[in-house]
């Protein structure tokens, strides 16, 4: 719906309880019918430009109710979606709404689809007890904290020539590509956990995983910019991480991802209190 296009400007000035102030100079609201999240008014007009000058929001408030209304906006588009004739099932969605961490695997397979959640089998069993011993962190807390998503979010099938399931093609990933980068406007991550060759090239460009895992890639993609840090995929199909310097690879990644300061604030003991 083109909303990620909406960047409330953020004033340096302060109100007298000495909040920084928030002016709204002009943005311009692109979808017809969009519902204004704090004062209730429909804007019936595609591409009518709000005139107010002089009207201000705390700017503890604004961010948060830009980002949950229009990623709800997002979701509702990711869940309808029908756009690839060729996979199977619906799109599969981890979303949190305020999270600051993304995670982005390849595609969900047959299990996701029917548990519609991210890496919900064997794969994820795996990933999650790297983020276990590695970082401390619970599958319940993970997945109540970190967006997760993929490079295509609906099961591909299988591939009857090579087994195991069939790599998306070009199509289908630009396709989903559009979702990401929405969420990536949107949520304006700091840290994105890219998993598997497909997600690393997709966010760092490129997909030998002994020239991307074990290191901090600074990546820009839908106007942000953000750290990128590669694991290998959990699939128990991989031997990468049987030979011992790879293995050493991905313990550098995940000491990184839990030193990442994104990580550790997503984490930490006062976000534990606000998410219960």
Known sequence: MGTENWEPKISNRKSATGNRLAPVTGFRLPVTGFRFPVSGFRFPVSGYRFPVTGYRFPENRLPFLATVSTLAQHLKLLASCRACPNVIGTPVIGAVADAKVLLIGQ???????????PFAFTAGQRLFRWFAESAGVTEDQFR?????GAVIRCFPGRDPKAGGDRVPDESEM????AHLDREIAIL???LVIAVGTLAALQLVGKSQLKDVVGLVHRATRAGRSFDVIV???PSGRSTWTNKPENAALL?????LI????AFRHTFSRRAA???Q
Request: glycine share 8%; charged share 35%; proline share 11%.
């Open 174 to 177: 630009a396709n989903c590509g």
């Open 144 to 148: 109540a904290r970190v967006y997760m």
């Open 188 to 190: 304006e991550p700091e």
């Open 258 to 261: 839990r030193e990442h300061r």
């Open 107 to 117: 595609a969900p397979g047959p299990r996701e689809v029917v548990d519609k959640r």
């Open 231 to 233: 694991l290998p995929h």
């Open 251 to 255: 313990g550098r990644s995940l000491e």
């Open 273 to 275: 209190i606000a998410a």
